[in-house]
C-alpha cells in the first residue's frame, strides 16, 4: 500500500467556490503528479512537479493550480469552481522521472460541483 | 499519436472462471507497459511491469504478456475472485521525454459473479 493520501476523498461544493484539494506523501518522492480522471476515460495528466517550487503543467489543460513548498505536500486549488470541473482527481508520486519509475496513486478526490 | 486501446470495454465473468484482457498501443518510442488495477472509487495500483525485451510477467494469479512487434499486451487472470471486480488500465510509458511520460488506456470494467 502506497503512503500517499488525498483530502477530501468527495467533495460536492456549489459554483463559485474557492476549492483546495490536499495530496500529502510520506515516501519523500520528489517528483508529484496531479490527474484528472472522468468515469469510464483514461486518466489525464493536469500537473507535475519535479520538487519544492517546480511545477508544469500537464497534457490537458485545466484551471485549477498548484504549488510545491514542502517536498512532501502537493496541494491543488481551483479560484471558482464550476460544474466542468466535476471529476475525480488522482495524485500521484514517484521516486524520480523516467520510464522505469513506479508511479504510486492516492486515493483520489471525487469533486462534484452544483 | 500515440494512443493505447483497450477490450473490451467491459466483461462479466462468474468466479473460479478464467479471462483475458487485451491492449493495442502505438506509443513509440516505447519504453515498458503497466497493468493497472483500480477499484472502485480508488487510484490504481501496478500489477506488472514489462519493458522491450520481456514477454511475459507474472503477479499471483495475474500474468502479463507483451509481443513489442505487434504493439500488443494482454493480461490474463487465472481463478478469479469476487475482489479481482475492478478496473484494469494498460499504461504505456515512452522513452522520448525525460518525463517518462505515460499513456493511459481508458481501462476494462471487470465484474466477477458469484
Known amino acids: ?114 | 499519436k500515440n494512443q493505447v486501446e483497450q477490450s473490451p470495454q467491459s466483461l462479466i465473468i462468474l468466479e473460479g472462471k478464467n479471462c483475458t484482457l487485451q491492449c493495442n498501443y502505438t506509443v513509440s518510442p516505447f519504453s515498458n507497459l503497466r497493468w493497472y488495477k483500480q477499484d472502485t472509487g480508488r487510484g490504481p495500483v501496478s500489477l506488472t511491469i514489462m519493458t522491450f525485451s520481456e514477454n511475459t510477467k507474472s503477479n499471483g494469479r495475474y500474468t502479463a504478456t507483451l509481443d513489442a512487434d505487434t504493439k500488443q499486451s494482454s493480461l490474463h487472470i487465472t481463478a478469479s475472485q469476487l475482489s479481482d471486480s475492478a478496473s484494469y488500465i494498460c499504461v504505456v510509458s515512452d522513452r522520448g521525454s525525460t518525463l517518462g511520460r505515460l499513456y493511459f488506456g481508458r481501462g476494462t470494467q471487470l465484474t466477477v459473479w458469484p
Open chain 1, 1 to 114: 500500500e502506497a503512503d500517499i493520501y488525498q483530502t477530501p476523498r468527495y467533495l460536492v461544493i456549489g459554483t463559485g467556490k474557492k476549492i483546495t484539494l490536499e495530496c500529502s506523501q510520506t515516501m519523500g518522492h520528489d517528483k508529484m503528479y496531479w490527474y484528472q480522471q472522468d468515469p469510464g476515460m483514461e486518466l489525464h495528466l493536469i500537473h507535475y512537479s519535479y520538487g519544492v517550487n517546480s511545477t508544469e503543467k500537464g497534457d490537458l489543460s485545466s484551471e485549477s493550480t498548484v504549488s510545491r513548498i514542502r517536498t512532501e505536500h502537493f496541494p491543488l486549488t481551483l479560484e471558482s469552481a464550476r460544474p466542468s470541473h466535476t471529476s475525480q482527481y488522482l495524485c500521484a508520486s514517484s521516486e524520480d522521472f523516467g520510464r522505469a519509475n513506479e508511479q504510486y496513486f492516492g486515493p483520489g478526490t471525487r469533486l462534484t460541483v452544483t
